[in-house]
């Protein structure tokens, strides 16, 4: 039967717990299987490496345990216990001042405070028969519908009267309003012709003062524009007469420079021909 | 792991045990003197959490003063004490599943002079590099046994650091010995898987232990 060891057969192994047998057959397996042997290896590499975390060094605290372990308030219930003892107690003695009472009848449980106040039965023995009551249940119904109806009476007589003094108010106001209509209508009449009449004035002096202040300024305006166009003229005439006169002195000065310049040719011609006659027969 | 005078005292605390059960007050607190950095360790391997591991510590000893009473067997001390610290991880670990805290101790700069890890280093004088990888590689797998299942971590914990017997586990967790042996082997089996997932391996940690 082929050996195939448990994790149990691997930590015994590893740690070492195997008897010899158990030692010879478990690494006859691990010759078998290199598998297994890497494994071993890994697992004895993992337990090398964890050798390398180190305890923690710690200082022990001093410890105060008391002696008290049997006391009454160690009892693991002893405080919810009193709790609810005292909140009874509390509840006791709230309904014993306000004098608290339960009581149970065949109506049904009744929960009351302060004394109980006896209450003396009525006397239920009835006075009057069902006749007598029907009587005076019908004599006040009548005497309610008397009632009634003179009251609505009233204030019907009085609603008439109130209605009929308004239609009258307003008869009265609408006569009124029609004379202030009337009145209104030509007073409007006169007042409007009035006006229109007093418009016409105030526009006919408008428009005289507006023709007034226009031709006044037309007239200034056409005088400057004479005044300016004389002076141009002048001013033109001016001009004209300097160019003239420019023109004719430099006429004047060519001529003169002419003249010497003749006279000049001529004075060198009769120098040169110092006595010769002058084809033409001319002697100077 | 070697033997020191605590562990020597521990062993012969018979008498110890027995005064503190008749109710004497010195040998419970020499009790609690020799047991709390073993049960403190414990439990801050289980949380990784300084503040739950005092606060899970002080209430066993608190719980074990007071029900040492009724304690049967002395010689079950060890695993009686365990029991309790389980209990009140198990206890402690159910209040905390929902609440979100950062730890003071993770805000706290790895790297300052005032760092606690570097006032509670006694291998300052050791070569650096192996200092630094050996705390390199304790932070990992810390971080590693907090990833793994409670039940595998609890097995763990008291198989490699407590250096419990499987029957001592077996009578604190009150399961078969067989249960705790296959809890130890998946445990070491999940924990190689999460480091190898963190690259750690043979070729990557290269110092001697």
Known sequence: ?284 | MAETLLDIAMLHADTLILRAKQGDQHAQGRLVQLWYKRIYNFCFKFFQDHDLAMEVTQKTFIAMCKSLPALQDVLRFKSWLYTIAVNYCREEARKTKNKKAVSFDLVVNPESEQSPNWEGTNVRHDNPEKVYQSRELSDILQQALCMISAEQREVVIMKEYEGMKFREIAEVLNISENTVKSRLYYGLEALKKILTGKNINKETVHYEI
């Open chain 1, 1 to 284: 039967m082929k050996y195939n060891p448990t994790e149990a057969d691997w930590i015994d192994y590893l740690y070492g717990n195997m008897s010899s047998e158990q030692v010879m057959r478990f690494e006859a397996y691990l010759i078998e299987n290199p598998e297994a042997q890497k494994k071993l290896e890994s697992l004895q590499e993992m337990r090398k490496w964890m050798t390398s975390v180190e305890d923690k060094e710690v200082i022990a605290p001093p410890l105060f345990i008391t002696n008290a372990q049997n006391s009454f308030w160690q009892f693991p219930y002893a405080k919810t216990i009193l709790s609810i003892a005292a909140s009874l107690l509390i509840i006791i003695i709230a309904g014993w001042l306000t004098n608290f009472h339960i009581q149970t009848d065949g109506n049904g449980i009744r929960f009351a405070f302060g004394e109980e106040k006896i209450i003396e039965p009525v006397d239920a023995k009835p006075n009057l028969t069902n006749e007598e009551v029907q009587v005076l249940i019908n004599q006040s119904i009548a005497s309610n519908a008397t009632a009634l109806e003179q009251k609505w009476m009233q204030q019907q007589e009085e609603l008439k009267k109130s209605v009929n003094k308004n239609l009258a108010r307003t008869a009265s106001n609408n006569e009124k309003f029609d004379l202030l209509v009337q009145q209104v209508a030509s007073a409007s009449q006169t007042q409007v012709q009035a006006y229109m009449a007093s418009m016409q004035q105030q526009n006919l002096k408008s428009m005289q003062e507006y023709l007034t202040l226009t031709s006044n300024d037309q007239k200034a305006y056409i005088e400057g524009l004479l005044v300016d166009f004389a002076k141009y003229l002048q001013q033109q005439r001016n001009d004209d007469l300097r160019l003239l006169q420019a023109k004719i002195t430099d006429v004047e000065q060519t001529n003169n420079q002419f003249k010497a310049e003749t006279e000049q040719i001529l004075t060198s011609l009769i120098s040169n021909n110092n006595g010769r006659t002058l084809p033409t027969g001319i002697r100077n």
